[in-house]
């Protein structure tokens, strides 16, 4: 694994992937009011392609019980009660949730219900929920930033029960070489410049690009998902493997997995 050194800025804001919770949190609250603004511009809107796709690999139906993990402001969650589930949305940053809250009306963070939101403040490593739980668990761009990836994995299969689904929407390895190049000069060199202009904390978005680069690849990824007790991994790529979707099945299972 490639890990770098920290900046002289103090916060983390370089990819190193033994993780600090309370850094990554810090920086994520330095960085929620414009988020999603963010996101929009550097994604040149694909990231709304890979939202839906996540949704439908969920396959979330009325009355299941969905957990989103690292929901941020919960913009990802909505998907699922769209479709008829009831949804958490959950993070360790309470600037991302409060900023959800607030978006959808609310105020302060009780952990009550919004506009079908229910939003949690919770750690990837400490689910503050029992066993057996949720219908489907899902995180999007959000495990890479967690410093224990197989505990994280081995907790979202304890919080799911026997035959739910497990959604990783995360970053992964382009699988034309040439576009690469294209992609790793845009990581490296124009995202730090384009996020300077847009975000309210720019300097998080050097370690955004780094730790992407950093990022296992699509079957490595799919080798610690089945490592973690999984069954059934499979992924399929998105924008040409820039975005990967991996899904799997917890063992016991009473419903099949089906495509991905």
Request: charged share 20%; glycine share 12%; hydrophobic share 45%.
């Amino acid at each position: 694994m490639v890990t770098a050194g920290r900046t002289k800025l103090g916060a983390m804001t370089r990819a190193t992937l033994d993780k600090q919770p309370h850094e990554v949190a810090a920086m994520f609250d330095r960085t929620a009011r414009r988020y999603d603004l963010v996101n929009d511009v550097i994604s040149l809107g694909q990231h709304r392609l890979w939202r839906r796709a996540t949704a439908a690999a969920v396959d979330a139906g009325p009355g299941e019980l969905v957990l989103d993990l690292a929901a941020g402001t919960g913009t990802s969650t909505d998907a699922f009660t769209g479709l008829g589930a009831r949804a958490i949305a959950c993070d360790f940053s309470l600037g991302m949730l409060r900023t959800g809250v607030r978006k959808r009306g609310g105020s302060g963070l009780s952990g009550g219900g919004v506009r079908g939101v229910t939003f949690v403040a919770g750690d990837a490593l400490k689910l503050p929920f029992p066993d057996d739980t949720f219908d489907a668990v899902t995180i999007s761009f959000g495990l890479r930033n967690v410093n224990d990836t197989a505990g994280a994995l081995g907790e979202m299969l304890r919080v799911t029960r026997p035959g739910g689904r497990l959604v990783v929407c995360e970053f992964s390895r382009p699988v034309f070489g040439p576009f690469d190049l294209v992609y790793t000069e845009y990581l490296m060199r124009l995202l730090p410049v384009v996020t300077r202009v847009v975000s309210s904390n720019p300097d998080s978005y050097e370690y955004l690009a780094e730790s992407i680069r950093a990022w296992p690849g699509q079957a490595e990824l799919a080798r610690l998902v089945a490592a973690a007790g999984w069954g059934r991994v499979a992924w399929r790529n998105l924008s040409m493997g820039i975005v990967a979707l991996h899904r799997a099945v917890k063992p016991g299972d009473v419903r099949q997995a089906g495509s991905i």
